[in-house]
């Protein structure tokens, strides 16, 4: 029984952590947290389904402050554990320069081609964003760098700043750090960190396929070129001044993969082997100064993830104490009826609507902990689930009207945040539709494969994104009319749900169209559409 000592300082607790989650993230999760508090106060006088018996504030102190699923729950066990080593670890990279690598190798690579700006922006945040795990951050990093170029060479505004916004919060599902939700995730399933990674991985791939599918296709409508190369480095020369950097990223992969060390042990060591390896050349070399700034904004950063998951804290004890989250999954698979699609549906939007306003991390946590169990209940694989609502919960960072990292895109941009959300959303379709296909077909996440049919998998898979982004785009070798492109996104479909009957109507489907528009194209060439 909690004595009048512990509701005193379970009460401050609980006021400092709304204060610093104010300071932290903002309004949006401290409004949401309280609005669970007074959940817990008054549920009683709630009809249907949300009604409970009600709690003391004794009762719901004592929740939040004393036991493991309230503030001091799982999700700050990780920060303290897991995240602030890899967080420490992208710190020291990106004192080494390894920010300037990904910008430099992202340009070597594809600064040349048709929309080369762009194509640069989807590369450099996808790398840069599976290491520092923050979608905003990525954004105002790599942005102020790439939408400038994109908008020197044609592309509109809004479109440069959806560019950047949807490869940004894509690099919260590309292994191997994911934004660090993926360690709340394999803790809170209990499975290795390693598994995470490896189902991760093909769907991550897809959803940047498919962004580089739609912004070559606008380059090549729009006839925008790239960057000369003699403007350019040379991916040699990138190599041979930065190329080391790498180095510890390969350590990390082969610590985490076959050394059979724990996660904590192999990233202490990886960030060990970073700060040598900076020493190899001049230009990366880490000053004193240099690692005690690492240190500080590491730390900085950790404080800020451990704030957002004390703050989710609340409402993980409150939907705990309450049941909140299992009535919430009860009502969602009510309303699916028996319908799985329609319960996916209900769902993604749910993950959507609570990851609004958001950091990834503790988006995750809330759908996870409210959305999830709508589908295990279904017999979904538990590992899928928490899948499904990680991918909607953080495309809730583009999901307009609170769009945090399009709208920061837009800052930067000088376009409309909220032109700038829906044309992310446009360009991330894969990123809203994969999860769908590989809740109904675990070949997606390469999970009870062969090799042979992990390899069959990977290129329809890819097959489908691209015919996917050819529809989202209106464009192959002509525009494409409605219909076209309604027929174009039915063979996508198809083709994400692996069947050798589905891939052969896709095939012809796919085959019909470039016929259609190869034969239109001969005819009558298309003239360049203006920017």
Known sequence: ???????????????????????????????????????????????????????????????????????????????????????????????SGMGQLFNDLALALTGHAKGGPAKVSVVASGFLGSINGSAIANVVTTGAFTIPLMKKIGYNRNFA???????????QILPPVMGAAAFIMAETLGVPYTDIILIA????LLFYLGILAQVHLRATKLDLSGIPKSELPSIKEVLKERGHLLLPIVFLVYMLFFSGTTVIYSAAWTIIVTILISFLRKSTRMSFKDFIDALENGA??????????????????????????????????????????????????????LGMGMPSIPAYIITATMAAPALVQLGIEPIVAHMFVFYFGIFANITPPVALAAFAAAGLSGGSPMRTGFMAMKLAIAGFIVPFMFVYNNELLLMDTTFTESIGVIITAAIGVLMLGIAAEGYLLYSMNVISRLFMAGGALLFLHPALLTDAVGVIILVTIFLIQWIRKRKQPAAPVQA
Request: hydrophobic share 55%; glycine share 12%; proline share 2%.
């Open 1 to 95: 029984m909690p004595s009048t000592l512990d509701v005193l300082f379970g009460t401050l607790l609980i006021i400092l952590v709304f204060e610093a989650g104010r300071r932290v993230t903002g309004w949006a999760l401290p409004i949401l947290a309280s609005l669970f508090v007074v959940y817990a106060l008054f549920g009683r006088d709630l009809p249907g389904i949300f009604r409970h018996r009600g709690y003391s504030w004794d009762a719901i102190s004592n929740q939040l402050f004393t036991t493991t699923e309230g503030i001091l729950g799982t999700a700050i066990g990780v920060s303290a554990t897991y995240i602030i080593l890899f967080i420490l670890f992208g710190a020291f990279l990106a004192k």
């Open 161 to 171: 700043g959806a560019v950047e916004s949807s490869a940004s919060v894509g690099g």
């Open 201 to 204: 991985i093909l769907p991550a």
């Open 300 to 353: 900085r950063t950790t404080v800020s993830v451990a704030i957002a998951c004390a703050t989710v804290g609340i409402i993980v004890g409150v939907a705990n104490i309450t049941g909140f989250g299992l009535n919430l999954a009860n009502a969602i698979v009510s309303i699916g009826g028996e319908s799985l699609f329609l319960t996916l549906l209900f769902t993604m939007v749910a993950c959507i609507v």
